[in-house]
């Protein structure tokens, strides 16, 4: 999930906003987790299939 979609229970504002420290900080640290770290389990397994299957009709295209 996304820092843009969360709403923080401190101050019930959206957390993109950063209006008080609790957002801040939670906005901060969701960014530092990376460019995977909003996908979902099921958006993993289905990025790694589609890795799996280009890599084998390369394999199979160089024979």
């Given at each position: 999930m996304?820092y843009d979609?969360?709403v923080c229970?401190?101050c ?6 950063g209006?008080?420290?609790v957002?801040r ?5 969701m960014?530092e ?7 979902n389990?099921a958006?993993l397994?289905?990025l ?8 084998a009709?390369?394999a199979?295209?160089?024979i």
């Amino acid at each position: 999930m996304t820092y843009d979609r969360l709403v923080c229970a401190n101050c019930a504002s959206p957390v993109a906003e950063g209006r008080c420290p609790v957002c801040r900080a939670s906005r901060e640290r969701m960014q530092e987790q990376g460019l995977f770290a909003g996908l979902n389990p099921a958006m993993l397994i289905v990025l790694m299939v589609i890795l799996v299957a280009a890599l084998a009709l390369l394999a199979h295209q160089a024979i």
